[in-house]
Every structure is written in structure tokens, then in C-alpha cells.
């Protein structure tokens, strides 16, 4: 049974950075897309990054194109989300997401994705 747990979230004032971890337990992450999703308040769900199983990087936000850098330590079966440049707007909950085996490609779609973690909440502010 997949599960995934984020982590690094917290307070940080604008121009700012952090690191988002996700671990992912029960499965190999080789085997495997992650992706990043964050939902600010009283918007929708949104894709920032992707990691495909053969460890391609896409980054679909614009407003984080440039600011964010998607890596992974397979070792530790962990999957990072960097943001630098931290703006207001990038407050919200964020969210790591599996797809399902088979499904090597990255999408933005969160539907597309299948288990979840519980997320942690980024605020960016002075």
C-alpha cells in the first residue's frame, strides 16, 4: 500500500526559499510519477511540478517557472519540491501525488493521480 507523506512546510517571508520533501513508502519510487499540486485558499487545485518515472522534471506553473526545481533521491525514496524566490502567492497547502504503475508520464491533471499525501502548508509572508 502506497503512502506519502510530505513535510518542510511552514512560515517564510517573501524572497524566501524551501524545500518540500515527499516520502513515499510501500513501493519502489523508480517504478513510479510524482507530483506536486498546491491548493491556495479558495482556489482550485493546482499542478507545480512533475517527476516521471524515469526521472524527467516538468514544472507546469507558470507563475513557478524559474523559481522551482523538482528533484528526487531515489534511495530514500524521497521526492523534493525547491521554491525560491517565495512570494505571497505562493501560500497554500501542497500536496505530493502518485500515479498509478503503468503510467510513466507526468500530467497535470490531478485526477490522473492516485494516492495522495495529507499535505503541508506553505505561507509566505512578511
Known amino acids: 500500500q502506497t503512502h506519502l507523506v510530505e513535510s518542510g512546510g511552514g512560515l517564510v517571508q517573501p524572497g524566501g526559499s524551501l524545500t518540500l520533501s515527499c516520502v513515499v513508502s510501500?513501493?519502489?519510487?523508480?517504478?513510479?510519477?510524482i507530483g506536486w499540486f498546491r491548493q491556495a485558499p479558495g482556489k482550485e487545485r493546482e499542478a507545480v511540478s512533475c517527476?516521471?518515472?524515469?526521472?524527467?522534471?516538468?514544472v507546469y506553473a507558470d507563475s513557478v517557472k524559474g523559481r522551482a526545481t523538482i528533484s528526487a533521491d531515489n534511495t530514500g525514496n524521497t521526492v523534493y519540491l525547491h521554491l525560491n524566490s517565495l512570494k505571497p502567492e505562493d501560500t497554500g497547502d501542497y500536496y505530493c501525488?502518485?500515479?498509478?504503475?503503468?503510467?510513466?508520464?507526468?500530467?497535470?491533471?490531478?485526477?490522473?493521480?492516485?494516492?495522495w499525501g495529507q499535505g503541508t502548508q506553505v505561507t509566505v509572508s512578511s
Open positions: 510501500g513501493v519502489d519510487l523508480r517504478d513510479y510519477t
Open positions: 501525488a502518485q500515479r498509478h504503475y503503468g503510467l510513466p508520464w507526468c500530467t497535470e491533471i490531478a485526477s490522473e493521480y492516485t494516492y
Open positions: 517527476m516521471d518515472s524515469r526521472g524527467n522534471p516538468v
